[in-house]
């Protein structure tokens, strides 16, 4: 038998990936520090400007920021076992800062047509700009409903670890699964590589994870919607707590 290094030859023309942080685009107009975003598992490149996908925010305050993800009856982007595709309205954090972010989320339309519809806050590890790549994943830690087409199992808080055999886990599930015209108050406290998400009235959920394996510098916090979610967020806050 043949040694395996007799016949593995290195590809000549590989590189290896060189992560860029996220820059504001002409895609989407906002608000300094605030960037928009739509990435990952979206469904094609025509998809993220072709109407699949908006994020808008008001001209004046006080801040509302609208996410669309699809429609009531087409699909756009995805949160899955094993890829994502959001829209994201966010600002990059410094690792080393702790902070508080809360919104409160009126539900303009959400179809829970299968598991991978949701929408609310999210801290990720990394963030892209506008491109359509099922590959991109980094960790996070996520507050809101997903899962809703099977209310008693719903899940209210979530977190994605790239690192672990089940990547995508839940560790509390939702007493509350939102429609259209619901009004619902969200929350994710960084302290550390501690996050607590508060989803409506229901108890705080601590996670603990490293949010570093792509970005060591900085984490990306903000608002997301996927697949079939239309949602406006308001009362928009963003406090240092260190």
Do not use: H
């Amino acid at each position: 038998m043949r040694d395996e290094a007799d016949v593995l030859v290195p590809n000549p023309n590989w590189t290896p990936i060189v992560y860029s942080p996220p820059t504001k685009n002409t895609n989407w107009t906002t608000t300094d520090p605030w960037i928009g975003s739509v990435f990952g598992d979206v469904g094609g490149t025509t998809k993220i400007t072709g109407g699949s996908f908006a994020i808008s925010e008001t001209s004046v305050s006080p801040l509302v920021v609208s996410l669309t993800s699809g429609s009531p009856t087409v699909s756009a982007g995805k949160i899955a076992a094993a890829t994502d595709g959001i829209a994201f309205y966010f600002q990059q954090m410094p690792i080393d800062e702790d902070f508080v972010l809360s919104a409160t989320a009126t539900v303009t339309s959400v179809t829970f047509s299968n598991s991978q519809v949701g929408f609310g806050l999210m801290v990720r590890d990394a963030a892209w700009t506008d491109v359509s790549d099922a590959s991109l994943l980094s960790s996070y830690v996520a507050v809101g409903p997903l899962k809703g087409n099977a209310p008693a199992t719903a899940w209210s808080s979530f977190i994605r670890d790239t690192s672990a055999p089940t990547q995508l886990t839940v560790v509390s599930a939702a007493a509350d699964v939102p429609t259209t015209g619901s009004v619902l108050e969200l929350s994710i406290a960084k302290s550390g590589s501690t996050y607590t998400c508060t989803y409506g009235t229901e108890a705080p959920t601590v996670y603990t994870i490293d949010l570093t394996a792509i970005d060591g510098d900085y984490v990306y916090a903000g608002l997301f919607t996927a697949r079939q979610a239309q949602v406006s967020f308001s009362n928009i806050s963003f406090a240092v707590t260190n």
